[in-house]
């Protein structure tokens, strides 16, 4: 992974911090960011058109807990399952495809077992390639540092 990496939102994070929502994300609650420019891009602007994409520079920690998923996996689908309905874990840091919207849709359905695990596989293998990576401990968001932030627009 490239040492910069992005987080899209409405605001300049010059100091990132672990956000918890009403709702269970991926990787659990942390801080999002990603090493694709055009995906930050996309989570800035993806209600008003506008945004604001922050960039920072990650230095890898060899003493963090760190899970890597480098693909779509049996076990990738197992671990956001479990996050999504709220069961948290150790890790420091979580890195791997995201559910997208699309995605997110067919996690669901089989979490509410409206599909099965093949056709979940079936549908999801067509999706545009996505990354995430999550900070989920204040010592996880030590090692980034702030760059810049700089608004976009899908326009």
Request: glycine share 6%; charged share 25%; net charge negative.
């Given at each position: 992974?490239?040492?910069?990496?992005?987080?899209?939102?409405?605001?300049?994070?010059?100091?990132?911090?672990?956000?918890?929502?009403?709702y269970?994300?991926?990787?659990?609650?942390?801080?999002?960011?990603?090493?694709?420019?055009?995906?930050?891009?996309?989570?800035?602007?993806?209600?008003?058109?506008?945004?604001?994409?922050?960039?920072?520079?990650?230095?890898?920690?060899?003493?963090?807990?760190?899970?890597?998923?480098?693909?779509?996996?049996?076990?990738?689908?197992?671990?956001?399952?479990?996050?999504?309905?709220?069961?948290?874990?150790?890790?420091?840091?979580?890195?791997?495809?995201?559910?997208?919207?699309?995605?997110?849709?067919?996690?669901?359905?089989?979490?509410?077992?409206?599909?099965?695990?093949?056709?979940?596989?079936e549908?999801?293998?067509?999706?545009?390639?996505?990354?995430?990576?999550?900070?989920?401990?204040?010592?996880?968001?030590?090692?980034?540092?702030?760059?810049?932030?700089?608004?976009?627009?899908?326009?």
């Amino acid at each position: 992974m490239n040492n910069v990496i992005y987080h899209g939102g409405k605001e300049i994070i010059k100091e990132p911090k672990i956000i918890k929502t009403k709702y269970n994300k991926d990787f659990y609650f942390g801080f999002y960011c990603t090493a694709m420019e055009n995906q930050a891009i996309r989570w800035a602007t993806r209600i008003t058109g506008n945004g604001i994409v922050n960039k920072y520079r990650y230095t890898p920690n060899d003493e963090l807990s760190i899970l890597t998923f480098p693909e779509m996996t049996e076990e990738w689908l197992d671990f956001i399952a479990d996050c999504r309905n709220g069961k948290s874990h150790s890790y420091d840091i979580v890195e791997g495809p995201m559910a997208d919207d699309t995605v997110f849709n067919y996690v669901e359905d089989f979490l509410d077992g409206r599909i099965s695990r093949q056709a979940f596989w079936e549908l999801a293998k067509f999706k545009h390639p996505t990354h995430q990576i999550c900070f989920n401990t204040e010592r996880a968001l030590k090692t980034l540092e702030f760059i810049e932030g700089c608004e976009v627009s899908d326009n």
